[in-house]
């Protein structure tokens, strides 16, 4: 399907393409040559979103005799190429990014400006793709962009959400969810492949026949099909001219419409078919660490890796490759439980239609996948009803099936007589109604299971999959999480860059470990200097994109304190809030005077799933905090609380770089690793936070003395579990956790209305799994020892540069390297 209809006489047709010159001259010419031909109008005439598309084209075709070549290359050399299966990945804005990565910001800078524009004016006119929820998609995106960079063959499969992730508004406080219409002007990044789709049946039935060799075989008579349509991505590399293919695939219907229906004249009915299938990906599921058990997300799941293993099947098959050596070509990282289903589809294609025999199917399956879990909350991890699975996949469910048969066969050998530990490891959950569970599934499966941290892969071994682990000690291994230090440092934090190029050379941005070389200059008063007037220049710049974009205005000054990430109660947004009370109760109690406050402003970002009533209930009652505070004039000028609507990556850019105080306050065990504590801890934020996930590997690396630990560590929490966690004794123990509390429920941010907010009181002191209160005291604590230490500025300042110098291992870079040597084993390309 790719390639050449015949082969090519004129010359030309085989020359390598070439990039325009990488000069103003050469930017400003394609520049110009873009707008008009590609949107048809003159600089003159042409609109802030004309600029703006001919601009990424103008970018797009500086990286496109970089992609042609990397797919020339990576086809000819016949290497094992990364397969990564996300139903997640959120990008960002790509402008910034495709610049960085072929060097052109400041040629773009000076072209734009001699056609009197403004390049930031037209990078904030992107939109960016909101497809995924928060952690598990932006890891995706670092990945892809590591194995760029490192020069590693990849190609990211997921799928192309018409609408990503809501943008969220608030109305009186409360979350109001708007859809996300990110393609409506256009995305100038996606390259559709209409010719290269590829069917994906579903429903229907199975059916036994004999073979033409006389060999009992099954097939699928499937009830009705879509069509998955490609639209490929450029996954440019930082500066190294590889460019890698991210392959999104968007629903269509095999038929438009009935024409029979539609002669009719029932127009409706003739495109329900069509609307019916399109459905598919038409919208991102906005659910965080908790799955939803919904038949349309099974049939996204199924549709996006039906495709993916076809596309590359075909691929091998045109090629001449045989399947029998699949795992010399490909290695599948299932990201999470969501593409699991790949397992039973790789077997269905093997056996069914290339004609393997089911051992030798299942020794091909067995080593093309491996398996990332990126949870420990039990409800978090998948499990399909066998039941809708029937329904949907009735040849899937059979191999399941009898991939658990053999599997428990094996489990019963290893340990005779033990029925217990098998029917706890079946792969088949009775209760509370049959259903697959899709961890175990891909835990069989994969050659490798990993966890995202080194507290959480623990965790996983022994609470989560703990007989699994006990079977297969050797499968287990951790790889913490990483992050992109182009976006996050590089491109989110320009000066902060300067500063530490012009100190230890630009190596740092593909050598992340190299920032250890700022440890000397920690103590040294004029880059201490530097560092303090940078961190100012990103408050400056934090205050006036919130002015224009939410009409918030920041204090100056003030200690900014930073709590954003998707609302959920394991993370304890909660705790957080209670802390803001009781400074205020203490404040208006007149226990202190609001002069003995540290200046401080906080800043909440966080989007809550919209059928999650007590997330929502909280992003509420934080909007009602903080308006009651703000606008408190006995407040004015030493606490603010700040909440802009829609957190997102691109905000998430300029806000990590401003901060001073990262909350990473999770219950500790709850949190599989974070990735936004490393984003603000490479930018120089210092942590307060709990012993859970990544936390526990920065407070290791930067120091205690430059981090605020506080709280249950996992087996204190364990403990208190087991004992029986009782909230009331700390609200009846604690007079300041009392006063806070009784504030609220007393409707001081409710005008006096006492059930406003009566659930979230409710659950904090009756229920709470999260164990908020028990952790307050500590956390009330461990914020006093903030405040000492930001009244010492070169103290802070100090902690500030050794938490950047120390974090350099937290670079998706390092990550990469731990998955290619004990998981993947695939090579770079150079
Ligand atoms: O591993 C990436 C992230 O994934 C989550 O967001 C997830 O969706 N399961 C976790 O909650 C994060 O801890 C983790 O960093």
Known sequence: TYGPASTPTHPLATAPVSSPAHSVDGFVREFLHELNTNQGV???????????????????????????????????????????????????????????????????????????????????????????????????????????????????????YEYGIFRQTFVDGRQVEQPDTWLSLGSPWEFPHPEASVQVDFGGHTEKYTDDDGRERTRWVPAWNVLGVPYNYMVPGYLNGRVNTLRLWSAQATKAFDLGIFNAGDYAQAVRAQTFAENISKVLYPEDSTPQGKELRLQQQY?????????????????GFDLHN???????????????????????????????????????????????????????????????????????????????????????????????????????AEHPERGVRMAYLATVAGTKVNGVAALHSQLLRDKVLPDFSQLWPEKFTNVTNGVTPRRFVKMANPH???????????GWVTDLERLRELEPYADDPEFQDKFREIKAWNKRRLTSLLEARDGIVLPDGHLLDVMVKRLHEYKRQSLKLLHIISLYEQVVSGKIAASDLTPRTVVFGAKAAPGYKMAKDTIHLIN????????????????????????????????????????????AGMEASGTGNMKFALNGALTIGTDDGANVEIRELVGDKHFFLFGMDEP????????????????????????????????????????????????????????????????????????????????????????????????????MRDYIQRIWHTQPMI
């Not at 009197?116 to 995706?140: F, K």
């Not at 549709?303 to 090629?319: G, K, M, T, Y």
């Open 326 to 428: 699949l795992s010399d070509r490909i290695i599948f990282q299932l990201n999470d439980t969501h593409p699991v289903i790949a397992v039973p589809e790789l077997m269905r294609i093997l056996v069914d239609e290339q004609g393997f025999e089911w051992d030798e199917a299942w020794e091909v399956t067995k080593s093309c996948f491996a398996y990332t879990c990126h949870t420990l909350l039990p409800e978090a991890l998948e499990v399909w009803s066998t039941e809708l699975l029937g329904r949907l996949l009735p040849r899937h469910l059979e191999i399941i099936f009898q991939i658990n048969d053999e599997f428990l066969a094996e489990v019963r050998a290893t340990y005779p007589g033990d029925e217990i530990r098998a029917r706890r490891m079946s792969m088949i």
């Open 716 to 815: 204190a929490v364990a403990e208190l579990g087991a004992k029986g966690y009782n909230p009331i004794t700390y609200y009846e123990s604690q007079p300041q956790l009392r006063a806070a509390l009784d504030m609220v429920m007393n409707g001081a941010f409710s005008d006096g209305d006492q059930d406003m907010f009566g659930s979230v009181v409710h659950n904090l002191l009756h229920q709470d799994r999260f164990m908020a209160l028990a952790d307050f005291e500590s956390y009330v604590a461990a914020q006093a020892k903030v405040e000492e230490k930001y009244a010492d500025q070169a103290a802070w300042t100090r902690s500030s540069i050794l938490n950047v110098a120390r974090t350099g291992f937290f670079s998706s870079d390092r990550s």
């Open 624 to 667: 009602k905090v903080a308006e009651k505070v703000n606008n408190d004039p006995v407040l004015e000028g030493r606490l603010k609380v700040a909440f802009p609507a829609n957190y997102n990556v691109t905000l998430a850019e300029k806000l990590i770089p401003a901060a001073d105080l990262s909350e990473q306050i999770s219950l």
């Open 496 to 506: 902060l860059s300067d500063l530490i190029s012009d100190t230890i050379g630009n």
């Open 42 to 160: 003159t600089l003159s005439l042409s609109s802030v979103n004309d600029q703006y598309l001919a601009l990424a084209s103008t970018v797009k075709n500086y990286l496109m005799a970089r992609w042609l070549e990397t797919n020339r290359k990576t086809r000819d050399a016949k290497v094992k190429a990364v397969g990564y299966l996300s139903a997640e990945y959120l990008l960002g804005r790509q402008l910034g990014n495709a610049l960085l990565a072929t060097d052109l910001g400041e040629i773009a800078h000076k072209g734009l400006e001699l056609c009197g524009l403004d390049l930031a004016t037209l990078r904030s006119q992107e939109v960016e793709p909101g497809l995924g929820n928060g952690g598990l998609g932006r890891l995706a995106a670092c990945f892809i962009d590591s194995l760029a960079t490192m020069d590693v063959p990849c190609i990211g499969y997921g799928i192309r």
């Open 303 to 319: 549709f996006f890796v039906a495709c993916s293993l076809r596309d590359f099947i075909n691929n091998e098959l045109e090629e």
